[in-house]
């Protein structure tokens, strides 16, 4: 059923009919706004309730994602988040969990997405928040996704690789 609701939100969003205005990377653009605004989601449970209840999964089943690089874990998306054009500090589009060895998950890094198509209808240059620019990943990526613009930020668990690189080498998968 996630699996469903994964290809749903990527199918509006990618159509255009969950998208809003586009909206600039202004907003609140501070790390400790970001960690505010997800301080709750240390609960899973409190993240699904507030709509970031997809658990994605790449093209081959994979929910917990890692690399020969590090891992990044589960990432729970809100799928509207996706698909509104729009970048802001403290709505990130994922927020991810690293599974424990008792089977919780501990929050561990957010993570903003915002799909190319959507930011470069308004946008001339691609988005950027903390001072970082957001990476390109194109289409035929492991997640079936169209090219879509991302960064990371472990602001939940120190990433000796940075703190807005793709892989932690602290973080890893069963």
Not at 43 to 54: C, N, Y
Not at 66 to 95: C, F, R
Not at 111 to 135: I, K, N, T
Request: charged fraction near 15%; proline fraction near 7%.
């Amino acid at each position: 059923m996630r699996t469903t609701r994964v290809i749903t939100a990527v199918a509006l969003a990618a159509s255009g009919l969950l998208a809003g205005a586009p909206g600039a990377a202004a907003g609140s653009t501070g790390l400790s706004s970001a960690r505010a605004a997800t301080a709750s989601f240390h609960d899973v449970s409190a993240a699904v309730a507030a709509g970031w209840d997809i658990d994605l999964h790449d093209v081959n089943g994979i929910d917990c994602i890692a690399s020969p690089q590090g891992g990044m874990g589960i990432h729970y998306v809100n799928g509207p988040l996706v698909g509104d054009g729009a970048v802001d500090a403290t709505t990130p589009e994922a927020v991810i969990y690293q599974p424990m060895p008792d089977g919780s998950l501990k929050l561990v890094a957010v993570e903003y997405v915002v799909l190319r198509a959507d930011w470069d209808a308004a946008h001339s240059a691609p988005p950027s928040l903390f001072g970082q620019q957001f990476g390109l990943v194109l289409a035929g990526n492991r997640y079936g996704l169209p090219d879509f613009y991302e960064l990371h930020a472990w602001i939940w668990r120190n990433n000796p690789a940075g703190m807005f690189e793709d892989w932690n080498p602290n973080v890893t998968c069963p």
